[in-house]
């Protein structure tokens, strides 16, 4: 059950943030691969990076910051329940969004494919970006090296990459798909 399940007919937003630009974005992808990084060589365990998919420039609203507490607790309670341990975990709060980086005693393959199970399975899970970082090779695990198919589009459910690409669909239409996502999860939920 979710710690956010008392909660009923609340209506989240995601644009009532302060908007970023492109070189704070790039600025903020270099220091997470500093925190990654760091985390690493703290503790050579393999680690989660978890990071949420919010298309346009509005990337800290009072929307994600309910999406991320969400996306912590789902990954708290998978870890439980498979008896992983956190070693170290760090969460950061900017303008450019939530993130999080815990490192986890497991195998990297392991750790992805619970991650992928919590993506794959959780309704809220493609709104979240739940990377896994190598201690050995400082690489991402991905999903197709796994056998996983590559993510879905929020919106008309082909892969995701090919419609960014071709920026098939507006921020607007992305967003609205993301609030029904959201709004439907935690009034349902309650």
């Not at 760090?90 to 393959?109: H, N, R």
Request: net charge negative.
């Amino acid at each position: 059950m979710s710690c956010f399940s008392i909660m009923t007919n609340i209506l989240l937003k995601f644009d009532d943030g302060t908007p970023v630009n492109l070189e704070q974005m790039l600025l903020a992808k270099e220091q997470r691969v500093e925190h990654q990084r760091n985390a690493i060589k703290c503790y050579p365990f393999p680690l989660i990076s978890l990071s949420l998919v919010i298309p346009g420039p509005i990337k800290k609203s009072t929307g994600t910051k309910v999406l991320f507490r969400e996306a912590i607790t789902a990954i708290h309670h998978l870890l439980a329940k498979n008896m992983l341990q956190i070693i170290h975990e760090e969460q950061f709060c900017a303008l450019t969004g939530y993130e999080a980086i815990i490192s986890v005693e497991c195998s990297s393959d392991q750790l992805k494919q619970l991650c992928i199970e919590i993506e794959n399975n959780h309704p809220l899970g493609r709104l979240w970006d739940i990377d896994v970082i190598d201690a050995k090779t400082e690489q991402s695990v991905s999903r197709t090296q796994l056998g996983h198919q590559s993510r879905q589009c929020l919106v008309c459910q082909d892969m995701a990459k090919v419609c960014g690409r071709s920026r098939k669909h507006t921020v607007d239409d992305m967003l609205a798909a993301i609030e029904k996502m959201t709004n439907d999860y935690f009034n349902l939920a309650s």
